[in-house]
């Protein structure tokens, strides 16, 4: 098979260096970045600096609040949002349940979800014992504005889809959607987990009141950390779950001082993980290396010639044919794809993500054409066998 080659141009460059920041695709594959990211020098970096921070000073707390203060703010312009916005927080799970304890008071109206919803965030909002009544679009329907609007009306308080599906990259139409739940007088939550970091957006362009997303997987990072975007958090209850991160001082050290800031850090609990905080930071430091247009048109052209060729030799690809609906992985059917993921991953050093009865194909700004021509010949190997 004979790879398609890209005429060398400023974008090209652009990509080679930042593929160069991750020495060790010199012999693997990484079409794993659904699941976590390639390792950069920059994420190595960071931690290296956070070493040498320890050995400086054995307790560099203002270094450490600094580098959070950074991180708020360095995420925050990227999805334009102000710090003020964002808070940070553990994991998905936990900014989810705070989202969930603060707005369980909307006169018990239902909470509109999907079946394409990941369980870090699906299971939190089926989990409370308050009442609140779940309704779910159904996965034949996911991709439809209709379908959701049509269970949009006066009874539905919180809607909440994801940027793009974990289950196979599709992305539904969020922004009418929110525009759906708006008019409805709903608050409109959105899990960019499975894109953010490849995926351009900001909070206005989807018109979301919540947004939650993770630094392991697009944004390069490591697992321990999750950002928490809240529009109006000045308009909202304080969350079931707090800590002293959640205070209006944190250094006050007082404990019977309960004085709660009206920015988004109300959300916040106890210490931020230290080490994903550095590892954050290593991950924005690669990606800001790439124009995101850049980037996303490189993954784009990736995952749909991979989706073409795997078709054109007999795969089942579950990946919608208009583009606008797809996302930067390729899933493909398989009845054991825990076991062809083993294969690839033992006979060929190709890392992919197994779920259900998918595997997904992620890419990234750093996957290539020759990337591609190793997976199509790795899957038309196994099937030869």
């Known amino acids: 098979m004979t790879s398609v080659q890209e005429a060398t141009t400023p974008a090209t460059d652009q990509l ?4 160069s920041r991750f020495p060790h695709l010199g012999d693997t594959v990484h079409l794993a970045s659904c699941s976590q990211g390639a390792l ?33 703010a360095r995420f925050a312009a990227r999805i334009g949002a102000s710090p003020e916005q964002v808070a940070i927080a553990p994991n998905a799970s936990i900014a989810a349940f705070q989202v969930r304890t603060t707005i369980a008071t909307r006169g018990r109206r239902a909470l509109l979800s999907s079946d394409h919803e990941f369980p870090s965030v699906g299971h939190v909002w089926r989990a409370s014992a308050d009442g609140t009544p779940i309704r779910s679009v159904p996965s034949d329907d996911f991709l439809s504005a209709s379908a959701w609007s049509s269970q949009i009306d006066d009874t539905v308080g919180v809607v909440s889809a994801p940027l793009v599906s974990y289950v196979n990259g599709t992305r539904p139409p969020v922004r009418a959607i929110a525009d759906a739940a708006h008019a409805a007088g709903a608050l409109m939550f959105v899990d960019a987990y499975q894109g953010s970091g490849v995926v351009p957006y900001t909070v206005d362009e989807l018109g979301c009141d919540f947004l939650v ?33 959640g205070r209006s001082n944190p250094f006050n050290f007082d404990p019977a001082y309960l004085e709660t800031p009206s920015t988004a850090a109300k959300f916040e609990t106890g210490t931020p993980g230290v080490p994903s905080v ?76 197994p779920r259900g009865r998918r595997l997904r194909i992620s890419f990234h700004y750093y996957s290539t054409d020759n990337d591609v021509d190793s997976i199509v010949q790795a899957l038309a190997a196994y099937r030869r066998r």
Do not use: C
């Not at 080679?16 to 593929?19: E, K, P, Y």
């Not at 970096?45 to 600094?66: F, H, K, T, Y």
């Open 278 to 353: 550095y590892a954050a930071l290593g991950g924005l430091d690669a990606l800001d290396t790439v124009d995101a247009q850049v980037g996303w048109a490189h993954v784009q052209r990736l995952a749909e010639r991979t989706a073409a060729e795997l078709r054109d030799l007999g795969e089942q690809v579950d990946r919608p044919e208009d583009p606008t609906f797809a996302g930067p992985q390729v899933a493909i059917i398989d009845d054991d794809p825990d076991a062809l993921a083993a294969w690839l991953l033992a006979e060929h050093r190709i890392s992919t993500a």
């Open 40 to 72: 950069s020098v920059d994420l190595q970096r960071r931690l290296q600096a956070m070493q040498d921070d320890l050995i400086a000073d054995p307790a560099p707390w203002g270094r450490w609040m600094e580098l959070v203060e950074t991180l708020r």
């Open 16 to 19: 080679a260096d930042f593929r």
């Open 213 to 245: 997303t993770g630094v392991l997987k697009y944004m390069l990072g490591l697992p321990g950390l999750a950002f928490l975007y809240v529009r109006h958090p000045e308009e909202l209850d304080n969350p079931a779950l707090t800590g002293w991160f």
